[in-house]
């Protein structure tokens, strides 16, 4: 069997160098599952609609401010009304989740949702702007002021402040409609990211598919030792991380969705038919990603892990 459905490379995706052209970069509005819709607008991160049949769910918010009005006009490509968003919830505080958040709450009146591990984080960097800089030879993700010139020079800007109003407790599902939304703290990319599993039921057919989203599972550099360090992590943050992928990889889903486009070959594999779901309906995408992530830490500590072959 073909597995369409793997961790591929991130190259080629919309990013700050092809932000000026970010119209290169736009997808439709297409079908994860019977009542989820990815909204994101661009190849690079979703957002996931949630339609419970008594309003909207988002899962996340959009790459950056400059492509939000992607996000509300799939909203309304997907055959939704943003104003009809009553719950936003963050997969982890980074901006390319959550920048877009109070513009969104500001349409619908949503609630917004986050681990409280991640407001803490998310109050820290308040006001900062984050990007990628050589520190002792190594790619380290740094972290400064706004108004400063370093900031200014790097083309960013801090994103519009939002306020959570909602922390998600692992023992007590999230239930709004036809879903019932459960959550898994799972720390490693952030020390909040935050994992979403529930049920989606095709009335046309009468099949129930089972849905996952894992919050974070980009690892380089947030996983080495060095990042973590900088951000005063510690390092045991990186071996559970590796723990709960392969938990998780032993629970059966039929859907896996994908926070960036790239962590599982979507892009590539959005159908035609942009209600045609079924594509997406692969059992062993979920395991397969979790695996190739944890792997990939591993090699960050061969100390820990010496029978991981780098490569």
């Given amino acids: 069997m073909e597995k369409r459905f793997y961790y591929a490379p ?3 995706r919309l990013d ?3 932000m000026p052209t970010h119209w290169e970069h736009t997808v439709p509005a297409y079908r994860n599952a019977p009542h989820v819709w990815n909204v994101g607008g661009q190849d690079n991160v979703a957002v996931f609609l949630l339609d419970t049949g008594e309003g909207l769910i988002l ?7 400059e492509t939000c009005y992607l996000v509300i006009e799939r909203i309304w490509e997907s055959g939704h009304d943003p104003r009809d968003i009553k719950k936003i919830l963050l997969t982890h505080w980074h901006g390319d989740h959550s920048c877009n958040a109070r513009v969104l709450q500001e349409i619908s009146g949503a609630e917004i949702w986050l681990s409280r591990e991640d407001e803490v984080e998310h109050k820290k960097h308040e006001g900062k702007v984050g990007y990628p800089k050589m520190i002792e030879g190594r790619r380290t993700m740094t972290w400064v002021d706004a108004d400063t010139e370093e900031a200014k ?12 109003t909602n922390f998600y407790d692992d023992d007590k599902p999230i239930v709004m409609g036809r879903f019932t939304i459960r959550t898994k703290l799972c720390p490693g990319h952030t020390p909040g990211v935050t994992s979403f599993f529930f049920e989606d039921t095709d009335e046309e057919t009468g099949k129930t598919y089972k849905v996952a989203l894992h919050g974070g599972l980009g690892v380089n550099p947030m996983m080495r ?12 943050m990186a071996h559970q991380f590796v723990k709960d992928c392969y938990e998780l990889a032993k629970l059966p889903v039929d859907i896996a ?6 962590q599982a070959n979507i892009l590539p594999n959005i159908p035609k038919d942009p209600n045609d779901y079924s ?11 979790l695996i190739n992530r944890a792997d990939a830490v591993k090699e960050f500590y061969p100390d820990v892990y010496p029978e991981v072959k780098k490569g």
């Fill in 10 to 12: 991130t190259t080629g």
């Fill in 16 to 18: 700050d160098k092809s």
């Fill in 59 to 65: 899962i996340d918010t959009g790459l950056n401010a």
């Fill in 153 to 164: 020079l790097s083309g960013k800007r801090a994103d519009y402040p939002y306020e959570v």
């Fill in 225 to 236: 030792p060095e990042q973590l360090a900088y951000e005063g992590y510690p390092e045991s």
């Fill in 257 to 262: 969705l994908s926070s960036h486009l790239n």
């Fill in 279 to 289: 594509v997406f309906v692969a059992d062993y995408a979920w395991a397969d990603v």
